[in-house]
């Protein structure tokens, strides 16, 4: 049985992963993939490199540790988590042979899941002018045209974030969304910031980069699409709201109705057994290195109770 299991091998996984290394901890961490999300990033046109705040790096420094200690970490998915006298059984999918893993403590760091358009262009930009994080580039924004589309206060939020930096943005709320009417009219009374309130997208075009998104007001008399309109811009953010990965531990933890886990400035959650950290809590900053301070912390957290038995 091991001492600590950490789902996740994203930067919060990483980090709880090698501070539970560092304790001295019997660790196994599981994960589809190392790094996460991280491995993702966003180019822009004429991006200078010096401007990046290069966090990847630091998540590459723990992948790599990580990599050169084969028995702290295995490729899998959890499919479930089972409570048991001495602590949990995880079972697990890969490599096409279902196996178990027992663990005395666990840490969650599996993040989200993100919502998509599915409009034609979104899969072939991804990465080259369209992300779905704002707040991550919006230093790289300086005097562009930013397009911003999505369901919630998070796409208001990331059009004001834009709007600190671009000469221009378009924020594109879907016509199910749901917002805080206050945070409308500030970001409208912007003068920078134009809102196309009930419109969805159509599809997303460029050429190496994306640089146009075709979107409609949904209009069901006129066969579900009104007339098209063309947003263009050098950087476009779908800033759907994205969902937590938590119903591993649906029935163990305390969530919020949205699903994030709750935890305290410990990374605890409501079971003494069970940490969590990243994006699938309530901490709401999908931050890299944030997610690798949380992580540390977790990882901490889980090495005291095992101490202290606490």
Same mark, same amino acid.
């Given at each position: 049985?091991?001492?600590?299991?950490i789902?996740?091998?994203?930067?919060a996984?990483l980090a709880?992963?090698m501070?539970?290394?560092?304790?001295?901890?019997?660790v196994?961490l599981?994960t589809?993939?190392?790094g996460?999300?991280?491995?993702?990033g966003?180019?822009?046109p004429?991006?200078s490199?010096?401007?990046?705040i290069k966090a990847r790096?630091?998540?590459?420094t723990?992948? /790599?540790k990580?990599?050169?200690?084969?028995?702290?970490w295995?490729?899998?998915k959890v499919?479930g988590?089972?409570e048991?006298?001495?602590?949990?059984t995880l079972?697990l999918?890969g490599?096409?042979?279902?196996?178990?893993?027992?663990?005395?403590?666990?840490v969650?760091?599996?993040g989200t899941?993100?919502s998509?358009?599915?409009v034609?262009?979104e899969?072939?930009?991804?990465?080259q002018?369209?992300?779905? *994080?704002?707040i991550s580039?919006s230093?790289?924004?300086?005097?562009?045209?930013a397009?911003?589309i999505?369901d919630?206060?998070?796409a208001?939020?990331?059009?004001?974030?834009c709007?600190e930096?671009c000469?221009e943005?378009s924020?594109?709320?879907?016509p199910?969304a749901t917002?805080?009417h206050?945070?409308l009219?500030?970001?409208g009374a912007?003068e920078?910031?134009?809102?196309?309130n009930?419109?969805?997208?159509?599809r997303?075009?460029?050429?190496?980069?994306?640089?146009?998104?075709?979107?409609?007001r949904?209009?069901? *008399?006129?066969?579900?699409c009104?007339?098209?309109?063309?947003?263009?811009?050098?950087?476009?953010f779908v800033?759907?709201?994205?969902?937590?990965n938590?119903n591993?531990?649906a029935?163990?933890?305390?969530?919020?109705?949205?699903?994030e886990?709750?935890?305290?400035e410990k990374n605890?959650?409501s079971?003494?057994?069970i940490f969590?950290?990243?994006?699938?809590?309530?901490?709401g900053?999908?931050q890299?290195l944030?997610?690798?301070?949380?992580?540390?912390r977790? /990882?901490? *957290?889980?090495?005291r109770q095992?101490?202290m038995?606490?």
């Amino acid at each position: 049985m091991y001492e600590a299991a950490i789902i996740g091998g994203g930067p919060a996984g990483l980090a709880a992963t090698m501070y539970c290394v560092r304790k001295g901890m019997d660790v196994q961490l599981i994960t589809a993939t190392l790094g996460g999300k991280s491995t993702l990033g966003l180019t822009l046109p004429d991006m200078s490199e010096y401007h990046i705040i290069k966090a990847r790096e630091q998540v590459r420094t723990f992948q /790599g540790k990580i990599e050169y200690l084969p028995h702290t970490w295995r490729t899998g998915k959890v499919t479930g988590i089972a409570e048991t006298e001495a602590g949990f059984t995880l079972s697990l999918s890969g490599h096409g042979q279902p196996s178990e893993v027992e663990a005395e403590r666990i840490v969650i760091a599996t993040g989200t899941t993100p919502s998509p358009l599915g409009v034609p262009g979104e899969a072939d930009f991804f990465g080259q002018g369209l992300g779905s *994080s704002a707040i991550s580039y919006s230093h790289l924004l300086r005097n562009r045209a930013a397009v911003v589309i999505g369901d919630s206060d998070r796409a208001i939020e990331a059009a004001i974030e834009c709007a600190e930096q671009c000469e221009e943005v378009s924020l594109v709320l879907e016509p199910h969304a749901t917002y805080s009417h206050r945070h409308l009219e500030f970001a409208g009374a912007r003068e920078n910031v134009e809102i196309y309130n009930g419109y969805r997208a159509v599809r997303i075009e460029g050429d190496e980069f994306a640089r146009r998104m075709i979107i409609c007001r949904d209009d069901r *008399s006129a066969g579900g699409c009104g007339p098209e309109k063309t947003l263009f811009g050098e950087a476009f953010f779908v800033e759907r709201t994205p969902r937590p990965n938590s119903n591993l531990v649906a029935g163990l933890v305390e969530r919020t109705p949205t699903g994030e886990i709750r935890i305290n400035e410990k990374n605890e959650t409501s079971h003494k057994r069970i940490f969590a950290a990243g994006d699938v809590t309530t901490v709401g900053i999908e931050q890299i290195l944030v997610a690798l301070g949380e992580g540390a912390r977790a /990882g901490l *957290s889980a090495y005291r109770q095992h101490t202290m038995q606490v």
